[in-house]
């Protein structure tokens, strides 16, 4: 996602909130909008920002805008799901292997807590 306009003023040292109106009611922006300048957001945002959002999870992803899988790691693994897949049998290893140590100490705490 870019920056808004807001987000680059804010990060010039400006205030957002003298700008004038740009971003309409009922889109993403808009919705940041009224949190930028401490308001809640109107339904018209509300509403278009959960359209925008149903949107964007029902597109399909792009995979050539994915970074490339780094298999046989557990974020590989992690990778496979964010593109709904599951993963491939080096992924799901590194992964499981990733999990272990923090599974055994989990029962250490556990014993020790007993
Ligand atoms: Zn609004
Ligand atoms: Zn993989």
């Given at each position: 996602m870019s920056a808004t306009y807001d987000e680059v003023l804010i990060s010039l040292g400006l205030e957002p909130s ?97």
């Amino acid at each position: 996602m870019s920056a808004t306009y807001d987000e680059v003023l804010i990060s010039l040292g400006l205030e957002p909130s003298t700008l004038p109106r740009h971003a309409k009611c009922g889109t993403p922006s808009g919705y940041n909008r009224h949190y930028q300048r401490g308001e809640k957001p109107c339904q018209d945002c509300v509403d278009g920002r959960a359209a925008y959002r149903k949107a964007y999870r029902a597109a399909p992803k792009d995979p050539s805008r994915l970074p490339p899988i780094t298999h046989g790691t557990s974020s590989g693994a992690h990778q496979h799901w964010y593109r709904g897949e599951s993963p491939c049998d080096a992924c799901r290893d590194a992964y499981n292997t990733a999990c272990r140590p923090a599974k055994r100490a989990d029962a250490r705490r556990r014993r020790a807590a007993a």
